[in-house]
């Protein structure tokens, strides 16, 4: 090695000496140049070391406080379960920490990574204890920060008291590793600073040709495309002729913005083809919607909104309470105000005016993020519940009614028998015979009612009953025959004027026999002794024959106009006007089901103290309307038993 010196020694003193003045002069710079350029490296350098130990330190209590703060609340709890987890998570998260170690009140370490493998609960078994440095004061609260060699390189320790509210918990005791950027620099910068600085001034000479023609042109195209597609143009691409990984980048951007165009157009499509299922979904709903922002402006009405409210003009983009009926802008006024600021929704109930008043249901819903935290409008919907409303009053009335028609009878029914049996021997054979009368009477009438509601009850279920052809004189007759004694006790005269050769209807013979039976019975009640109660059955010319008439005629009292309106409803009866006559009011809203059923309505003319006419017209057999099975469900056909003689 000394010869190889010595050789060297010779080389270079021989090149000085047959150098000229400029090359001497080069070289002199560049040696000034190069030891400067030490100098400055190496004071750069210790610099950085030193800055970095202060990062480092930095770092480490900025890091010991943060964690700190996290888990006292989990050690305070003793939810060691937790703390482990957070420390774990904590430590694969941070690469520069090489050990976390918890020791409580006495020093004692009871959870330590990665010195625990274990669960929480059985590192609590170890009872090794902290060494704490000696002028550290842990409750004090302050963070004590050192520097120690160890045979892995220089670590730092940072000591953190665990408070929380103001009580000591333990130490938590962090190390980490110094920056390996610096440490590494640090080494080579040892090594080869001499190498490093004799050729300098040809690498910054080559680097800046290099730079200016191989990178910084390719650079600013790739920035400016990265630029143009965050702009959210994805169209763009940068077209430059390099090879090897600079080709590579650009050929991989030009390909990333490829596909983002695609997919670009591919989530446009889906969004317009959701856009429109959506749209469709709202527009064909029963109920109706309205979407609004956070200003109440409308974003989307389908047309059943559009029909409750009554708008015919473009609402959209309007402020709601500007285009809502003033009852409806009354009532939501507050609320929508309310939910555009992160109310709950909620339910109104509210009667909309016009030429057919209806009741609506409105619900009003707040639509908020992905996130669930900020309002992005309101929902409301709107339910016509005009029909439930109705409904259920008419349920409410029935309900009173049938109390109330049931309760008269039982009470007399109760007080006839009450008094038979506290008093029976002290009545007359005439007096019991009257009670008894009065008393079959009156189960009589409770036997009807019951009839006439389950006769009701029945005609409205649905239940299906067999059409099919039936002649008209059969009926006709049958209930002649059964109301014929009743009509000579009451000086009546009972007749029917049926046309001849009729051709048969299509329908239910035992349904049409029950609206024979209600119309007779009640021409019968209404009408005075020497009156007449007649049935007639003829073609209607003017519908080709297609159709029959049938007309109960009677010269009975009449009904008032006030009362021909409401006759049909349920217990609704002429004699609660007079209080006369005895009867349930179900009659003729049973004449009217069954009706219904055969696609007929019923119909009166009547003029009191000169009688009533009822008529309705059915339809005459045909085979096509055999064969026309969607009004009755021939394979769960019930045959119908009699429903009964109901008044």
Sequence with gaps: MQL?????????????ADSNIQTRLMVAATLVVSLLMSALTFWAVNSIQQDARLQDNRFGRDLGLLLSANVAPLVADHNYGDLAKLSREFYSRTSSIRYMIYADEEGSIYYGIPYSETQVNSSLTLRRLMQLPDNFSPTSGSVMVREHATPDGEVTDVFVPLLQEDQYLGVLAIGINPNPAVVTSSHLTRDVTIAVFITIWVMVILGAVFNALIITNPIKELVLGVKTIASGNFKKRVDLPFGGELGDLIFSFNDMAERLERYQEQNIEELTAQKAKLETLVSTIADGAVLLDTDLAVILAN???????NWDSEVVGQNVLNRLPESVQIELTRPLYQSAAGREGSEFRITLA?????????LLTTVLDQQREKVKGIAMTVQDITREVELNEAKSQFISNISHE??????????????LHDYGDDLSTEDRQEFLDTANRETDRLTRLVNDVLDLSRLESGKQYRFEAVDLLQPVEQTLRTYQLTARDQGIELSHEIQANLSPIWGNYDLLLQVLTNLIGNALKFTLKGGKVVIRAYPLLEHRASQIRVEVADTGIGIEPDDQAAIFDRFYRVENRVHTLEGTGLGLSIVRNILDKHHASVNLVSEAGVGTTFWFDLNIYREDLAKNTSDVDLDNVEEVDSLGISS
Excluded: D, M
């Excluded at 016009?354 to 409105?362: A, E, M, N, S």
């Design 4 to 16: 190889f010196f010595e050789k060297l020694r010779k080389v270079i003193v021989s090149w000085w």
């Design 303 to 309: 047309p059943t909104a559009r029909r409750l409210f």
């Design 354 to 362: 016009g030429p057919t008043p209806r009741t609506v249901r409105i």
């Design 406 to 419: 049931l309760r008269t009878p039982l009470f007399n029914i109760k007080s006839f028998i009450e008094t």
